[in-house]
């Protein structure tokens, strides 16, 4: 991994959740809620359909960060995230990030992930030790 | 009617989930995190784990059974059917390996009301079998008309 300076982008990570996927995530996180995994329950509460877990996206956040230290799980110290817009399944998600402070090893990231014009994860502060 | 702040400052007992192999494979491959160590426990070890690491995020996993019994207390007297997670933190320490039994305990920090909103902060504190400082998570949950 090059050095990386105050303004860098990160590498952008695009990921399309499966029309299954959020099953998966479900039973992986045990997170059975029915907004989730069931599509009639969904429409019945006013949603369009199904929607992502914003766990499941706050973890893509997660990976695009620790990325940069090739996915190393001890990369990550911090992480803070704001989840406002609702993530559909069968949409691509695009994780975006740029490099807010540079401390030493310590990295401080401002990440975004979106389906289209629609931040599902915003204001997201990651720091990473590299 | 004010919203209800009893339960601001409340601690819960300590749940103890145990971390294994298979667990943090399932929560990988879900992710699509492809470091071999999540799912080989030679390439842990080769990395220098003392056996396979959970992703930062499986956290929730791990987490999530103590935090469950704080935001369904009837003391909180949180609507669940109204409510959106708004906000997460994590703060990660020594990493989660399988065979880790992990306690978290969760704790009420706030309860507020902002444009008819409700916003419900609890924190929750992760420690492995050896008393060290595993995760701390900040959970945001927002419940609408409050």
């Known amino acids: 991994m ?12 695009r990921v399309t959740p499966d ?13 059975f809620n029915p907004i989730h995994i069931d ?21 893509l ?9 090739d996915g190393d ?27 807010k402070s540079v401390d030493g090893d310590r990295v401080t990231i401002d990440t975004v992930a979106a389906q289209g014009e629609t931040a599902i994860i915003k204001n997201a502060e990651a720091e990473v030790r590299l | 009617m004010p919203i209800k702040t009893d339960a601001v400052g409340k601690e819960w007992p300590g749940v103890t989930y145990q971390v294994g192999r298979e667990k943090i494979k399932e929560y990988a491959t ?20 003392r056996d396979v690491p959970a992703p930062p995020m499986f956290a929730v996993v791990y987490s999530s059974p103590a935090m469950a019994p704080a ?18 933190a994590f703060e990660w320490d020594e990493p989660a390996c399988a065979g880790d039994e992990i306690t978290t305990t969760a704790k009420c920090l706030s309860i507020e009301e902002k ?32």
């Open chain 1, 2 to 13: 090059a050095e990386l300076n105050v303004g860098d982008q990160i590498p952008e990570l």
């Open chain 2, 71 to 88: 935001i369904l207390d009837p003391e909180v007297e949180l609507n669940f059917a109204a409510m959106v997670h708004g906000g997460q």
């Open chain 1, 19 to 31: 029309k299954y996927l959020p099953h998966r995530y479900a039973g992986a996180s045990g997170d």
């Open chain 2, 30 to 49: 879900a992710l699509g995190l492809d470091n071999p160590v999540h799912a080989d426990v030679q390439a842990a070890r080769a990395a220098g784990f």
């Open chain 1, 61 to 69: 956040v997660a990976k695009a960060n620790a990325d940069l230290a």
């Open chain 1, 39 to 59: 599509d009639e329950f969904a429409k019945m509460v006013g949603l369009p359909r199904n929607i992502l877990h914003g766990l499941y996206s706050m973890g």
């Open chain 2, 115 to 146: 444009d008819g909103k409700g916003f419900y902060v609890f924190e929750s504190n992760s420690v492995n079998q050896d008393g060290a400082r595993v995760a701390r998570g900040t959970w945001t949950l927002i419940v609408r008309g409050v």
């Open chain 1, 73 to 99: 799980p001890r990369a990550l110290k911090h992480l803070s995230v704001q989840m406002r817009g609702m993530g559909m399944p069968e949409q691509e998600i695009v994780v975006t990030g740029t490099v």
